[in-house]
């Protein structure tokens, strides 16, 4: 099957019965008889070849094909409707626009919470999706549309639009009453008494890793992992010590059960940036998320 022999409104009449799970409901919001709309289904069933829905008391419950389609038609129509609208501007409380995010882990835990909040109000139709790329891939990622945003540390990233949000440095954190936090009469500086730290580190944060090795600790490394998230709770079930961003130490830091430490790193202080392509600057949707993004995290 090629998509010259799928009609738009099949697919609108599919995404409609996927929201609903109910052919007669899915009909009327699209001012459809149900004959019509039967009608359609089947037309889509012979093209996909695939049931696609199969009845339930009360309603239809999807395939697992249908499930597999749902959420690219979704986001095509979603497209496609923002496109056509354009002209009109962006309507942010009826839009269904889906926006793409590059963003690391840390970046998530620190700026989606209150991101999805404020949407929630403002855009409730509006939906993320965060895509974690290599360095390497993200001004093209940005150019191509397959992004529409890059948050982050990115000094890598050339020739692209970008307004800075706020201002970090790197610190060490620990868990609550760990020794190192007891400081001693006439001990030595504290760069130095870094080395009686054993450290956890994520294979993922580049700059964590260069930190440790600048440092002269790369040696000090117990345990290697892949995510960032899971951290807080090994430092607070052991000794270990992670370097981390103080903006997101403070946020653990505050429930309790952690210490935060502040050494002279070399390249410790560093700003998150979000970044965009000068190809989609004017569009109206990615113009009102990124005055909304401004307005939440940009320091003043």
Known sequence: MQ??????????????????????????SLDLTQPAASHGLTRLRLLIK????????????????????????????GVLEEALN????FDPLHSRKVFRIHMSDIGEGRFLPPLMTVLRERAPGVRVE???????????????????????FLPSV?????????????????RKGHPFTRRRRGSPPLMERLRELEFVAVRTHADTLRILQLSQLEDRVRLTTEHFMV??????????????????????????????VEPDFALRDFTVSLHWSRRFEAEPGNRWLRELIEELFKER
Do not use: H, W
Not at 130 to 139: A, W
């Open 158 to 174: 050339k020739e692209t639009q970008r307004v800075q949000l706020l201002k970090d440095r790197y610190v060490v954190l620990l």
């Open 231 to 260: 951290l807080p709770d090994i430092v607070r079930a052991t000794d270990l010590a992670v370097v981390m961003p103080r903006n997101i130490a403070r946020g653990f830091a505050r429930d309790g059960g952690y210490a935060i």
């Open 50 to 77: 695939d049931p696609l829905f199969v009845r339930t008391p009360g309603g239809v419950q999807p395939t697992p094909k249908a499930d597999r389609l749902a959420q690219a038609v979704r986001a095509a129509l």
């Open 3 to 28: 998509l010259k022999d799928i009609d738009l409104n099949l697919l609108r009449l599919f995404d409609a019965v996927y929201r609903q799970r109910n052919v007669s409901r899915a009909a009327e």
């Open 130 to 152: 965060t895509m974690p790329l290599p360095r390497k891939e993200i001004g093209d990622a940005l150019d191509s549309g397959r992004v529409d945003f890059a948050f982050g």
């Open 86 to 89: 354009e002209s009109a501007g």
